[in-house]
């Protein structure tokens, strides 16, 4: 559009001297002006014929490359609503910089408006060419996301950003006590650190005992404060113990070759539990390129009412007949409802069982089809591939092909003397290393009968490879080749291997334990296919460190009123955080920053904000499930893409109850009330009280005289009752004393 025709808005009231000045000093400090019109006159002989690119900074779309300074352009924002008819002029900062080819030139002529002072909102609206034109081509031109859906992957970038704040938690200032060096190579230098501050509310003490609980003994102490900076060998040391009364850790430190020094007097100590959160946090930025460049996931998930079918099938087959009527129905829409689907199961509810119910219909419905499997967990992962690999030796018609699993994992997590013999067998059984060695070892010993291969050149490589696979062992190209072809493949959530993946690589992701995960987390996988299924429970374990995540958005917000006068935001900061970025086309709340702390909030809990979308989505027809018995049921637990389990099997009635009064409003049932209270007696008889009861309180008196018996600080964080810890020992002898063979007990 002609540019004499395009209105341009400063940031600031630039209406006196002082707000002038302030202007200058943090846009063009090098620049002289008289006055607002003087400052106007400069600004538009800065655009007369400036080059418009695309900005890669969300919160202003596009950038104006001056003659010696360069412009953003963002849509007006005017008393909590949007006019994309109207450009919001600001000075780029070094978050700002081109995304794209050029997309056009401003012609001499722009005039610059004053915001608030010689401007009229009315006639700037009413101007026949605006800047709606360009804003639109840059939203075509930016993978296909509107300006709200790369709102979306700027909350979703944030959330990446604050758990690497969070990280920082994780290492400690240290001040140096005392340091003895090793006299020869192969000696022990000698280092006693303590917290130079005894008010931090994480201290030296508490990441010790923190990291030994995660059987990590090894730290860096030297200069370096980032989590994600790469690791110093020669700064590595090992905790030998600690002093309790003092707060004093003594590390040591074997000499080798070479001349180590002390460490600084004043440095900090990192556990090298975060050695690997560098690699991590690299491919959760990769992951996010790809995001952004996925606008049929980001809508999916954003605005799901957009993308969903209803293909309204009757199930083809049902594989386990014992389903209730909560499964039924919603295994039943999981089926139909296209193409995101979430489902909520509290404890005992059978996840594991709806989700080997949605994978066996899927792959006797379409064999070809490949499955991702993820989970935050090791466990339930295996739990669900032993159980899913029963139902196909039962369920698999025979002489046709056998849908194949692989589970990857690293190699290490295939040491059994580390992790157990229980803990690897599955990981050993069907990883993909040892899935290629049996298929090459059945290969090996197959001859080929007289016309089995009619080409002599095919018969002759396959000769090749055999002898080459005896020579010089499994060739990692079999490896791949099974990831890339295994119906269904099983995955922890941060497995690197998933890294190497291309997007669009499987049919479905069906992601359990989804409540436990971050957004990007949840993200890594599901780009990798273009339908998926969430499974979890926001009512039970949130994302591991959610509490330190939480902590890193207050401050950031507490920062940034600060720097930004309150609620007056003006742009990106130097951060990049900008308020019409992370909120959209309509901010709308009254306090900004208090809006940016309950969306990014929400979305950190990525599940539960999924959810809620998916819930909203409205559909024509009920879905109506038959029950085992035969009875048509309307299933009120299924609200458009998703749904609820409602049924648990797993704990005796009284406790069933208790969770489902306390957690879940009432709602949760128990399967079989009678069947449940005879599985799961006990058979103990004393101490007195507990005898036929599911559910026993202990209530520990207050013993306000006795000093054992007073809430403390425990060494290394939390706290401590000694009195309380003496009688729960105490009642757990009294039932050891008659527990029978098998009995087990746990606690928790």
């Not at 030296?204 to 102490?221: G, H, I, P, V, Y």
């Not at 849908?403 to 993909?432: I, K, M, Q, W």
Request: charged share 25%; glycine share 8%; net charge positive.
């Amino acid at each position: 559009p002609p540019a004499s025709s395009l209105p341009l808005v400063t940031t600031l009231e630039l209406n006196t001297n002082e707000s002038i000045a302030r202007f200058i000093a943090g846009e063009v400090p090098d620049a002289t002006f008289g006055g607002v019109r003087e400052l106007a006159q400069w600004i538009e002989e800065e655009l007369s014929r400036a080059q418009v690119r695309p900005n890669r900074r969300a919160g202003a779309p596009l950038l104006l490359q001056g003659r010696s300074v360069n412009f953003t352009v963002e849509p007006f924002a005017y008393r909590g609503a949007i006019y994309r008819q109207v450009g919001w002029l600001k000075v780029a900062n070094e978050q700002d910089g081109p995304a794209g080819a050029v997309i056009g030139t401003l012609a001499a002529g722009v005039r610059v408006h004053n915001y608030r002072r010689d401007m009229s909102l009315t006639r700037l609206l009413t101007t026949p060419s605006s800047w709606m034109q360009w804003f639109e081509a840059v939203e075509r031109l930016h993978h296909g996301l509107t300006i709200d859906e790369r709102a979306f992957v700027d909350r979703i970038r944030w959330t990446v950003e604050l758990e690497r704040e969070s990280w920082k938690r994780q290492v400690v200032p240290y001040e140096l006590v005392s340091y003895e060096p090793g006299v020869r190579r192969g000696d022990a230098d000698l280092a006693i650190v303590r917290d130079p501050s005894a008010e931090r509310a994480v201290g030296l003490a508490d990441l010790m005992a923190q990291s030994l609980d995660r059987d990590n003994t090894w730290f860096e102490l030297g200069p370096v404060s980032d989590p994600t900076a790469a690791f110093n060998p020669e700064r590595r040391w090992i905790e030998e113990g600690s002093d309790e009364d003092t707060g004093a850790i003594r590390l040591s430190r074997y000499r080798r070759a070479g001349e180590h020094g002390p460490p600084p007097r004043r440095g900090f100590i990192r556990p090298y539990s975060l050695a690997g959160h560098r690699t991590l946090y690299q491919r959760r930025k990769e992951v996010l390129a790809d995001v952004e460049r996925d606008p049929y996931l980001v809508k999916a998930l954003l605005t799901p009412e957009q993308v969903f079918d209803d293909l309204n099938l009757p199930p083809k087959r049902i594989f386990d007949a014992h389903l209730d009527a909560d499964k039924m129905a919603i295994s039943l829409a999981i089926q139909n409802r296209l193409p995101l689907f979430v489902v909520q199961g509290p404890p005992g509810t059978g996840k594991t069982t709806l989700a080997a119910e949605v994978i066996l219909r899927v792959l006797f419905d379409q064999p070809s089809s490949r499955i991702l499997v993820v989970s935050q967990a090791h466990d339930p992962l295996n739990n669900l591939l032993e159980r899913v690999e029963r139902a196909l030796d039962e369920k698999w018609t025979r002489g046709s092909r056998r849908p194949s699993s692989v589970r990857l994992t690293s190699e290490e997590r295939l040491d059994e003397r580390r992790y157990g013999r229980e803990a690897t067998r599955v990981a050993r059984a069907f990883h993909p290393s040892r899935v290629a060695s049996r298929i090459m070892e059945k290969a090996g010993a197959w001859r080929p009968a007289p016309g089995d291969i009619g080409s002599p050149e095919v018969l002759k490589a396959w000769r090749r490879l055999s002898q080459e696979q005896a020579v010089y062992g499994l060739s990692r190209t079999l490896e791949r080749r099974l990831m890339a072809s295994a119906n269904l493949v099983y995955a922890t959530a941060n497995d690197k291997r998933l890294a190497s993946l291309r997007p669009g690589s499987f049919d479905l992701v069906i992601y359990e334990e989804a409540a436990k995960a971050f957004p990007i987390e949840v993200l890594g996988p599901l780009r990798l296919a273009r339908r998926w299924l969430l499974i979890g429970d926001e009512a039970q374990l949130p994302p591991f460190g959610l509490a330190d995540v939480d902590e890193a958005l207050a401050e950031a917000i507490r920062r940034l009123r600060k720097e930004r006068r309150g609620n007056h935001p003006t742009g990106a900061d130097l951060r990049g955080v900008d308020p019409v970025s992370i909120l959209g086309r309509t901010p709308g709340a009254t306090d900004v920053w208090a809006g940016i702390a309950e969306e990014m909030s929400r979305v950190i809990r990525f599940f539960s904000y999924v959810k809620e979308k998916a819930a909203r989505v409205a559909l024509v027809e009920p879905t109506i499930a038959t029950d085992p018995s035969g009875t048509e049921q309307e299933a009120a637990t299924v609200k458009g893409l998703s749904g609820m389990l409602r049924t648990q099997w797993r704990m005796h009635p009284v406790i069933g109850d208790f969770v489902s009064n306390c957690f879940y409003d009432g709602s949760i049932q128990n399967g079989d009330p009678e069947r449940l209270r005879r599985r799961l007696r006990h058979g103990l008889e004393t101490p007195a009280g507990i005898k036929g009861r599911a559910l026993v309180w202990l209530d520990i008196p207050i013993v306000s005289k006795l000093e054992l018996a007073a809430d403390r600080k425990g060494f290394g964080g939390g706290y401590e009752n000694g009195f309380e810890a003496r009688v729960v020992l105490g009642f757990l002898r009294a039932l050891q004393q008659q527990a029978t063979k098998g009995m087990s007990l746990a606690i928790l």
